[in-house]
């Protein structure tokens, strides 16, 4: 089955830096990669997501890119600021698997100000 | 209003006593799923329905047993309850290929 790999777990950055998460996947079956974050004591919410035909996504500071060739796919946050600070998700799944999302292990993101 | 709604928030209980978690969504989505996250925050997926069938059900002990009455609700029951079942138990949905939409978690402390 599926697996995620996700690196680094923890992750520390000044305000107004950039910050990046990467996650590999083992199922070359995998098209869909959506990105959580969770703050503490509260849902994962949906940030980001990518589909295997695109290889880059943007919206405002975030940005996900995917190779589909080496299956790892990063999350990409400029001018981080205190409230992005949360743990992130990865995911993955393929169409045929009815979403079913198999989740990175969570990267904690600490933006320092 | 809330999308995907679980209740109770909070539930503190004995060892070998019997409870259910409930879950609804008004979104309209016909896929609904339990995920189990424990104390290291890691996300599994448990069940998931799609229109009522039940369609992906993981190595989940069988004390652990989901129903769903309608497509917009999916709850989850779980029997003879273990110190280990203590984690917090998100219910979500999706449509298509789309991601999951969560609700606000359940955090189930057994002691």
């Known amino acids: 089955g599926e697996n995620v790999e996700q690196h680094p777990s923890t992750l520390s950055v000044q305000e107004g830096d950039s910050a990046v998460i990467k996650c590999t996947y083992s199922d070359s079956a995998s098209n869909y990669f959506p990105w959580y974050k969770q703050e503490l004591g509260k849902r994962p919410q949906l940030i980001i997501d990518?589909?295997?035909?695109?290889g880059e996504k943007k919206d405002q500071r975030i940005a996900v890119t995917l190779n589909k060739t080496a299956k790892h796919f990063s999350l990409h946050i400029t001018e981080t600021q205190p409230e992005d600070s949360a743990v992130y998700f990865c995911a993955a799944s393929h169409s045929g698997g009815y979403n079913k999302l198999i989740f990175g292990a969570g990267t904690r993101l600490a933006v320092h100000p | 209003d809330t999308a995907v709604s679980q209740t109770p928030k909070y539930l503190v209980t004995q060892m070998g006593n019997d409870k259910s978690i409930k879950c609804e969504q008004n979104l309209g989505h016909d896929t609904m799923y339990w995920y189990k996250q424990d104390s290291k925050k890691f996300l599994k997926i448990m069940f998931s329905?799609?229109?009522?069938?039940?369609?992906i059900n993981e190595t989940v002990p069988n004390r652990f047993s989901p129903k769903s009455p309608d497509k917009a609700h999916l709850n989850l029951h779980i029997n003879s309850l273990e110190l280990g079942d203590s984690a917090v138990y998100f219910c979500?949905?999706?449509?298509?290929?789309?991601?999951?939409?969560f609700g606000q978690g359940t955090r189930l402390t057994v002691v």
């Open positions: 329905y799609n229109n009522k069938e039940l369609i």
């Open positions: 979500a949905s999706s449509q298509g290929e789309t991601g999951a939409f």
């Open positions: 990518i589909r295997s035909n695109v």
